[in-house]
T-cell receptor, first 113, second 114 residues
């Protein structure tokens, strides 16, 4: 049972373009939505995160948009750079001990120079 | 400060062999996790340990066992490896009271079962 669905599976963007990755969730108890970035041969690392009480969070070129009623959230990468080429995972968790993360299936982003 | 370390980095096993994947963290985190990563499936939680002395099953625990040896170390054991366990395994740790909440991942162990 996939509780967090992510699309697209792969994305190719030109340098300077906007990359958009979408996620949808089913469990309304989720109250924390992070995005992780993973480079080849490395473990994932936290990129940016949002809670459902705000509709948007921006950190530099990275923005999360959150739509609570639609149970969807997305990552926007503005002015995409070749160094942004990586796999991106959305995730969701519920407050409480251990804070298990449920991950989406991942999006492999390639930014062409 | 090494963060989360995992050993070995690579391993090839024959079907039926056993092995233990080691994980250690030096951030004094209470919670630790084991995930497997397969193409097109994201990261799936195998087992987790909310605190020293406790372990719980995640989404895909069958064929695995874990031991929370102490606060720093959390090992994953495959008793009788199967080709379906070919995957990249990641260990992570977290302090769930932190803001923002973050899981810190190790570099992974790439396991092939033939």
């Amino acid at each position: 049972q996939q509780q967090v669905k992510q699309s697209p599976q792969s994305l190719i963007v030109q340098k300077g373009g906007i990359s958009i990755i979408n996620c949808a969730y089913e469990n309304t108890a989720f109250d924390y939505f992070p995005w992780y970035q993973q480079f080849p041969g490395k473990g994932p690392a936290l990129l940016i995160a949002i809670r459902p009480d705000v509709s948007e969070k921006k950190e530099g070129r990275f923005t999360i948009s959150f739509n609570k009623s639609a149970k969807q959230f997305s990552l926007h990468i503005m002015d995409s750079q070749p160094g942004d080429s990586a796999t991106y995972f959305c995730a969701a968790s519920i407050s409480g001990s251990a804070r298990q993360l449920t991950f989406g299936s991942g999006t492999q982003l390639t930014v062409l120079p | 400060n090494a963060g989360v370390t995992q050993t070995p980095k690579f391993q090839v096993l024959k079907t039926g062999q056993s092995m233990t994947l080691q994980c250690a963290q030096d951030m004094n985190h209470n919670s630790m996790y084991w995930y497997r990563q397969d193409p097109g499936m994201g990261l799936r939680l195998i087992y987790y340990s909310a605190s020293e002395g406790t372990t719980d099953k995640g989404e895909v625990p069958n064929g695995y066992n874990v031991s929370r040896l102490n606060k720093r170390e959390f090992s994953l054991r495959l008793e009788s490896a199967a080709p379906s366990q070919t995957s990249v395994y990641f260990c992570a740790s977290s302090e769930h009271t932190g803001q923002p909440y973050e899981q810190y991942f190790g570099p992974g162990t790439r396991l092939t079962v033939t």
